[in-house]
């Protein structure tokens, strides 16, 4: 069971909230648990790392995104109609898929048909690449740690702890609130939506997990035929300026 699983990263929290006198607050969902912001279930775990992607408003079409969603639904009908109805158990069968299996390969096809670049790709403009790098970089080592980003010309990657007291959601309503008011005036836009309001985000269970993720991450660009290396693109973790970005 979720609640059962160690987790050395929310020991880490409790001890500094102990060090700093803070009294543990009551249970929150968007801190641990299972919460909705719309249609996609957000799954929080205190103490974790996370990959978050956030992507356009107009870069997948909601008839592309139904279709996918609706395929996706059917190979969960699938897989439930396998079950033992007595047991509520799987009926054993190792070449039967999972419903980690099934999630997976829907992130992967709408990761496929972003990289083709569909909608206006306002990140491809540089000065607005370079609006949303600095946007999660600002608080990096204050309210969160990024270990991987990737600012692409439709979407955006990253992979981040939240520090203790700062919540995923919070973080993400920054950068997106912050970047779409710079953006959309950079782009003389008014009273036009710059993100899609539903954000995607994974807590990461292992470590081999988070170095897979990682190495998706920094090689979006290449696999998108942007760069030929990950260091080749300036709006990245792989970058090796990124820390240190030059003054405007």
Request: aromatic share 10%; hydrophobic share 35%; glycine share 6%.
């Amino acid at each position: 069971m979720l609640g059962n699983e160690p987790n050395p990263g929310l020991d880490r929290v409790h001890f500094a909230l102990r060090a700093t006198g803070v009294k543990a607050a009551a249970a929150n969902p968007h801190r641990s648990g299972v919460h909705s912001r719309g249609y996609l279930p957000h799954v929080k775990r205190e103490g974790a790392s996370y990959f978050v992607t956030f992507r356009l408003d107009d870069s997948l079409p909601r008839e592309v995104l139904l279709k996918f969603q609706a395929e996706r639904a059917q190979r969960l009908q699938t897989l439930l109609a396998r079950r033992d109805p007595a047991k509520s158990e799987p009926v054993p069968d190792p070449t039967a898929e999972t419903e980690e299996t099934i999630d997976r390969d829907y992130h992967r096809r709408v990761e496929r048909y972003l990289d083709q670049g569909a909608g206006a790709c306002w990140l491809r403009q540089p000065d607005i690449a370079e609006l949303v790098a600095n946007a999660l970089r600002y608080f990096d080592g204050q309210r969160y740690l990024l270990s991987a980003w990737v600012v692409m010309p439709n979407h955006v990657h990253a992979v981040l702890w939240p520090m203790p007291n700062h919540l995923l959601g919070d973080i993400l309503r920054s950068w997106k609130g912050y970047s779409a008011h710079e953006a959309n005036q950079r782009l003389q836009r008014t009273g036009q939506t710059l993100w899609q309001p539903e954000s995607f985000d994974h807590w990461i269970r292992t470590d081999e997990e988070k170095a897979r993720i990682h190495r998706y991450v920094v090689n979006n660009p290449v696999s998108a035929r942007l760069c030929r290396t990950p260091e080749e693109w300036r709006w990245s973790s792989a970058w090796p300026g990124w820390r240190n970005p030059p003054q405007p």
